[in-house]
């Protein structure tokens, strides 16, 4: 790919190539390498042989030495349920054939040579697992329920299987998925109460390689041609056009992954901002569209049945909107803005938060429960969370519909401003955490919530780059924010016994939105190193693969991953567009604001970048984040900004100031908190066992620290209510999740309502309800509940609900049943009532709360079925409800 004889002449006439010495690394940590040929990790070593060739010799760590020590626990109908978080059991398959001990269900933990840390597994290593169900089948004989160490009650209707997680592929972790693994179900044939299974581990098929070279096989000369004097630059650049023409489907939409069939909103979102509506704009419009059902955005399958517990599908607007700004396209802009407008309408009832102007729902991206949240939280916890990078997006849409809106004339413009501007003063006032100088993860509990110290990378990333984060905010986030060796981890520090996937990971693409803001902010040292932090992985495995281990870096330790994603090939081409050649993309024009770390000086160039009807060769020389000066055949371009109305071939030239931007990074080492205390309340007094690397224990009363201790119980009063959580600490001071609210309730201070008592009890036969039955809600029955309560005295109230919903698993599908609440006739908030296992009706649990102000005397609850709440699955929007819980929590 030579660049054209004009800008050869144009980098002669300047003072002739400016090139780079191969000897000389361009990026040096302690983990690795970056040269202008090659990268160098360790022993292994990957190599551009040109701009579209590249060798490997990498090999995961994680094929070589697989521990025979296999650590593992049991679980009925795909849940945590046989033993406490952490406690699981050991065995050391020491030889071709190994058989455990009979295991009873939540009894002892088998720790079977467990102490034989050296032996790895041999090939083919045949594990027989035994289980003693007996004790809960005779629990369910005798009872109709066994009950878990943690008091829950599986009923004998719901149970649907046993299954085995563990650390040894085919074994998994991912309680919620093992239903989808049929190797890992455990079977009574001969109906004798012991369950077994027999697996093959270390299968020599198994092994997740690479290749050892890439050469380029695809035509990429219809896309813009980089050239540079860093050969490994130029054939990542390259590498990364040519997946990205393996991931457009035959009917023109994009494939998320090699491994990852289908369209995504969130990753087609992403992917589109960084780089796609650019190069493939027509493709974008169609992937778009197909997550679009009934006028509104699709939130894809998610946590408790999808939206409103996950409500990240506004990112959609997003890239909707800078398809607009790349094409210039009306029609596209009148379709795309309808959309938008009509989903944030349904978001500014169903989980805006009047109270901290912030928006609930799942962590953008972020979508696998425990990887980023403590274990006691449920999808109705999920939802009231108030998390950074969801709520970034959510600020930048109303940004959006803003700008649209004006430029359809629309008067709702204000509208959307005005709410833009409330998501970003919640943002500042409830998650800025001025101690570590960046934001905090996410507001979260239940009636009372707390911060998560913990950065969160795509949310911080974002903050910058929307502007979330005012001028002086945006460069303390980027130096503060900790990031590894390897990258920035998506949270930090890591959470304990949850194996790597968004939790002790990095994501390229989260690496190429940090590598965006940190040139927005001005930090060459960050920009760099993120930089660098996307070319190793993509030069040592030859493929954009989504993640990798934070600790060493390597792509075969996670819980699942894919070659050729959408977003991560997205975000290295977007290193050469947004970031070294800056161009930014305006409704009515392009602007150039290049920043390129010293340490890639030299002479470059772009050539056939198509904007609207003109067409660009970009001549650049030097490097910094300062433009010396910028012409377009040969006259000064005021700005650096070229018009929409642009036609036609044309040659801009830039030579860079040569300034050294200053900043600096926080570089941590990859760090585990303390595992979160399990906490349980008897007779004035909170109790909870010594956990891993706790050293000491912040007690909270209603999210407010009142005490420390070195101990394991702490007194309480049981006067007035209150919600208790424990939060261990370490030696370095850090702190575990806050452990699950432990509400102590005075018996006045709570009312209940049984549902069959204002409505038509249930026909259904569902066990584990309380009074004389239960209602049901759907879209044909029970449509409005008016719920009449005589409250004892005024105060501040919770309402919730005791519910059940069986529509499908906790952790997919699009069922979560939602509804308004209204207080004597005024809009108090959305309830919802998320999947809490497929087929369970009997898993009862509670809603979401409604905090609200009750004065003393008689009020009507309504709980009712309106537009705004339909779901993604539009046709089964139900639950069942057992009770209203109506709970003083304080005075007015």
Same mark, same amino acid.
């Given at each position: 790919?030579?660049?054209?004889?004009?800008?050869?002449?144009?980098?002669?006439?300047?003072?002739?190539?400016?090139?780079?010495?191969?000897?000389?690394?361009?990026?040096?940590?302690?983990?690795?390498?970056?040269?202008?040929?090659?990268?160098?990790?360790?022993?292994?070593?990957?190599?551009?042989?040109?701009?579209?060739?590249?060798? #490997?010799?990498?090999?995961?760590?994680?094929?070589?030495?697989?521990?025979?020590?296999?650590?593992?626990?049991?679980?009925?109908?795909?849940?945590?349920?046989?033993?406490?978080?952490?406690?699981?059991?050991?065995?050391?398959?020491?030889?071709?054939?190994?058989?455990?001990?009979?295991?009873?269900?939540?009894?002892?933990?088998?720790?079977?040579?467990?102490?034989?840390?050296?032996?790895?597994?041999?090939?083919?290593?045949?594990?027989?697992?035994?289980?003693?169900?007996?004790?809960?089948?005779?629990?369910?004989?005798?009872?109709?329920?066994?009950?878990?160490?943690?008091?829950?009650?599986?009923?004998?209707?719901?149970?649907?299987?046993?299954?085995?997680?563990?650390?040894?592929?085919?074994?998994?972790?991912?309680?919620?998925?093992?239903?989808?693994?049929?190797?890992?179900?455990?079977?009574?044939?001969?109906?004798?109460?012991?369950?077994?299974?027999?697996?093959?581990?270390?299968?020599?098929?198994?092994?997740?390689?690479?290749?050892?070279?890439?050469?380029?096989?695809?035509?990429?000369?219809?896309?813009?041609?980089?050239?540079?004097?860093?050969?490994?630059?130029?054939?990542?650049?390259?590498?990364?056009?040519?997946?990205?023409?393996?991931?457009?489907?035959?009917?023109?939409?994009?494939?998320?992954?090699?491994?990852?069939?289908?369209?995504?909103?969130?990753?087609?979102?992403?992917?589109?901002?960084?780089?796609?509506?650019?190069?493939?704009?027509?493709?974008?419009?169609?992937?778009?569209?197909?997550?679009?059902?009934?006028?509104?955005?699709?939130?894809?399958?998610?946590?408790?049945?999808?939206?409103?517990?996950?409500?990240?599908?506004? !990112?959609?607007?997003?890239?909707?909107?800078?398809?607009?700004?790349?094409?210039?396209?009306?029609?596209?802009?009148?379709?795309?803005?309808?959309?938008?407008?009509?989903? $944030?309408?349904?978001?500014?009832?169903?989980?805006?938060?009047?109270?901290?102007?912030?928006?609930?729902?799942?962590?953008? =991206?972020?979508?696998?429960?425990?990887?980023?949240?403590?274990?006691?939280?449920?999808?109705?916890?999920?939802?009231?969370?108030?998390?950074?990078?969801?709520?970034?997006?959510?600020?930048?849409?109303?940004?959006?519909?803003?700008?649209?809106?004006?430029?359809?004339?629309?008067?709702?413009?204000?509208?959307?401003?005005?709410?833009?501007?409330?998501?970003?003063?919640?943002? #500042?006032?409830?998650?800025?955490?001025?101690?570590?100088?960046?934001?905090?993860?996410?507001?979260?509990?239940?009636?009372?919530?707390?911060?998560?110290?913990?950065?969160?990378?795509?949310?911080?990333?974002?903050?910058?780059?929307?502007?979330?984060?005012?001028?002086?905010?945006?460069?303390?986030?980027?130096?503060?924010?900790?990031?590894?060796?390897?990258?920035?981890?998506?949270?930090?520090?890591?959470?304990?016994?949850?194996?790597?996937?968004?939790?002790?990971?990095?994501?390229? &693409?989260?690496?190429?939105?940090?590598?965006?803001?940190?040139?927005? $902010?001005?930090?060459?040292?960050?920009?760099?190193?993120?930089?660098?932090?996307?070319?190793?992985?993509?030069?040592?495995?030859?493929?954009?693969?989504?993640?990798?281990?934070?600790?060493?870096?390597?792509?075969?330790?996670?819980?699942?991953?894919?070659?050729?994603?959408?977003?991560?090939?997205?975000?290295? !081409?977007?290193?050469?567009?947004?970031?070294? &050649?800056?161009?930014?993309?305006?409704?009515?024009?392009?602007?150039?604001?290049?920043?390129?770390?010293?340490?890639?000086?030299?002479?470059?160039?772009?050539?056939?970048?198509?904007?609207?009807?003109?067409?660009?060769?970009?001549?650049?020389?030097?490097?910094?984040?300062?433009?010396?000066?910028?012409?377009?055949?040969?006259?000064?371009?005021?700005?650096?900004? *070229?018009?929409?109305?642009?036609?036609?071939?044309?040659?801009?030239?830039?030579?860079?100031?040569?300034?050294?931007?200053?900043? +600096?990074?926080?570089?941590?080492?990859?760090?585990?908190?303390?595992?979160?205390?399990?906490?349980?309340?008897? +007779?004035?007094?909170?109790?909870?066992?010594?956990?891993?690397?706790?050293?000491?224990?912040?007690?909270?009363?209603?999210?407010?620290?009142?005490?420390?201790?070195?101990? &394991?119980? =702490?007194?309480?009063?049981?006067?007035?209510?209150?919600?208790?959580?424990?939060?261990?600490?370490? $030696?370095?001071?850090?702190?575990?999740?806050?452990?699950?609210?432990?509400?102590?309730?005075?018996?006045?201070?709570?009312?209940?309502?049984?549902?069959?008592?204002?409505?038509?009890?249930?026909?259904?036969?569902?066990?584990? &309800?309380?009074?004389?039955?239960?209602?049901?809600?759907?879209?044909?029955?029970?449509?409005?509940?008016?719920?009449?309560?005589?409250?004892?005295?005024?105060?501040?109230?919770?309402?919730?609900?005791?519910?059940?919903?069986?529509?499908?698993?906790?952790?997919?599908?699009?069922?979560?049943?939602?509804?308004?609440?209204?207080?004597?006739?005024?809009?108090?908030?959305?309830?919802?009532?998320?999947?809490?296992?497929?087929?369970?009706?009997?898993?009862?649990?509670?809603?979401?709360?409604?905090?609200?102000?009750?004065?003393?005397?008689?009020?009507?609850?309504?709980?009712?079925?309106?537009?705004?709440?339909?779901?993604?699955? *539009?046709?089964?929007?139900?639950?069942?409800?057992?009770?209203?819980?109506?709970?003083?929590?304080?005075?007015?």
């Amino acid at each position: 790919m030579k660049p054209s004889l004009k800008i050869i002449l144009f980098l002669v006439a300047t003072g002739g190539y400016a090139g780079a010495q191969n000897s000389k690394p361009i990026y040096t940590s302690n983990a690795y390498s970056i040269y202008p040929d090659r990268v160098v990790q360790g022993k292994y070593t990957a190599t551009a042989i040109s701009a579209t060739e590249l060798t #490997s010799d990498y090999r995961s760590p994680a094929n070589l030495y697989k521990t025979a020590v296999v650590e593992f626990k049991f679980s009925i109908n795909g849940k945590d349920n046989e033993m406490t978080a952490g406690v699981n059991h050991h065995f050391t398959c020491k030889s071709p054939a190994n058989e455990t001990p009979v295991l009873k269900f939540g009894g002892n933990v088998s720790e079977e040579n467990a102490a034989s840390k050296d032996v790895y597994l041999k090939p083919s290593t045949q594990f027989k697992i035994r289980l003693d169900m007996r004790p809960v089948l005779q629990a369910f004989k005798e009872q109709g329920y066994y009950t878990c160490f943690n008091g829950e009650k599986i009923y004998k209707n719901d149970f649907k299987g046993v299954f085995v997680a563990g650390n040894t592929a085919p074994m998994i972790w991912d309680f919620n998925n093992l239903v989808n693994h049929p190797e890992l179900e455990l079977k009574d044939p001969d109906g004798d109460g012991i369950y077994e299974t027999t697996l093959v581990l270390n299968k020599p098929e198994d092994e997740n390689k690479i290749a050892s070279s890439w050469k380029m096989s695809r035509d990429v000369t219809a896309f813009p041609r980089y050239h540079s004097p860093y050969k490994i630059s130029d054939a990542i650049y390259n590498l990364g056009l040519e997946e990205m023409q393996k991931a457009i489907e035959p009917d023109s939409t994009f494939r998320t992954g090699k491994e990852w069939g289908g369209v995504w909103t969130r990753d087609i979102s992403y992917s589109i901002i960084l780089s796609m509506a650019v190069l493939q704009p027509k493709v974008a419009m169609n992937s778009l569209m197909r997550k679009v059902q009934d006028g509104r955005i699709i939130q894809d399958t998610g946590t408790g049945g999808a939206y409103p517990c996950s409500s990240d599908r506004m !990112i959609w607007g997003v890239a909707a909107f800078e398809v607009y700004k790349v094409t210039g396209n009306k029609e596209w802009l009148k379709k795309a803005y309808a959309i938008i407008k009509k989903s $944030a309408d349904d978001d500014a009832l169903n989980v805006y938060d009047r109270v901290t102007g912030l928006v609930r729902g799942e962590s953008s =991206f972020l979508d696998w429960r425990e990887e980023t949240y403590p274990k006691w939280m449920q999808p109705a916890d999920i939802y009231e969370s108030e998390c950074l990078g969801t709520n970034v997006v959510h600020y930048q849409v109303n940004k959006v519909l803003a700008e649209m809106a004006s430029l359809l004339n629309d008067p709702a413009a204000s509208v959307y401003a005005e709410r833009a501007n409330s998501v970003k003063k919640g943002i #500042s006032q409830n998650l800025w955490v001025s101690a570590k100088g960046y934001y905090g993860q996410y507001l979260y509990g239940r009636n009372f919530k707390t911060l998560s110290p913990r950065s969160e990378a795509l949310g911080e990333a974002l903050a910058v780059l929307f502007d979330a984060a005012d001028a002086d905010k945006q460069q303390t986030v980027i130096a503060n924010t900790p990031v590894n060796d390897f990258g920035i981890p998506c949270i930090y520090p890591q959470i304990p016994g949850i194996l790597p996937y968004h939790n002790k990971a990095v994501w390229p &693409f989260v690496e190429t939105y940090w590598a965006l803001a940190s040139a927005k $902010a001005g930090n060459e040292t960050s920009l760099l190193s993120a930089i660098s932090a996307i070319y190793r992985p993509a030069a040592m495995f030859l493929t954009n693969k989504e993640n990798f281990v934070v600790s060493d870096g390597d792509y075969a330790g996670t819980q699942i991953n894919s070659s050729n994603m959408l977003w991560s090939l997205s975000g290295n !081409i977007a290193l050469v567009y947004k970031m070294l &050649f800056g161009i930014q993309y305006n409704t009515d024009n392009i602007v150039f604001k290049p920043f390129v770390p010293k340490a890639l000086a030299g002479d470059r160039w772009l050539e056939n970048f198509k904007y609207r009807h003109a067409v660009l060769n970009v001549a650049m020389r030097g490097y910094g984040n300062q433009v010396k000066t910028i012409t377009m055949d040969g006259k000064p371009l005021v700005g650096g900004l *070229i018009p929409a109305t642009l036609t036609g071939k044309h040659t801009v030239k830039i030579i860079l100031a040569g300034y050294v931007a200053p900043g +600096n990074s926080n570089l941590q080492p990859d760090y585990t908190a303390p595992e979160t205390p399990v906490v349980t309340y008897n +007779n004035g007094k909170l109790k909870w066992e010594k956990t891993q690397n706790g050293t000491a224990y912040n007690i909270l009363r209603n999210g407010k620290k009142i005490a420390s201790v070195t101990g &394991f119980s =702490f007194p309480v009063s049981a006067n007035q209510y209150a919600e208790y959580q424990v939060a261990a600490v370490d $030696a370095r001071g850090k702190t575990s999740f806050n452990s699950e609210p432990v509400a102590v309730v005075p018996p006045k201070a709570e009312m209940i309502v049984e549902a069959e008592t204002i409505a038509g009890k249930s026909e259904l036969t569902y066990p584990g &309800f309380s009074g004389t039955g239960f209602v049901e809600i759907s879209k044909t029955k029970n449509l409005v509940l008016n719920i009449p309560v005589d409250v004892a005295a005024d105060g501040v109230y919770a309402i919730n609900f005791r519910y059940a919903n069986g529509n499908g698993p906790i952790n997919t599908e699009n069922k979560c049943a939602i509804r308004t609440l209204n207080l004597d006739k005024h809009f108090a908030g959305t309830v919802v009532f998320p999947q809490r296992g497929k087929g369970e009706w009997s898993d009862w649990g509670f809603s979401n709360s409604i905090k609200t102000k009750l004065s003393k005397g008689k009020h009507i609850i309504t709980l009712e079925f309106k537009e705004a709440n339909e779901n993604m699955n *539009i046709a089964i929007n139900q639950a069942t409800i057992d009770y209203l819980r109506l709970t003083r929590i304080g005075p007015f």
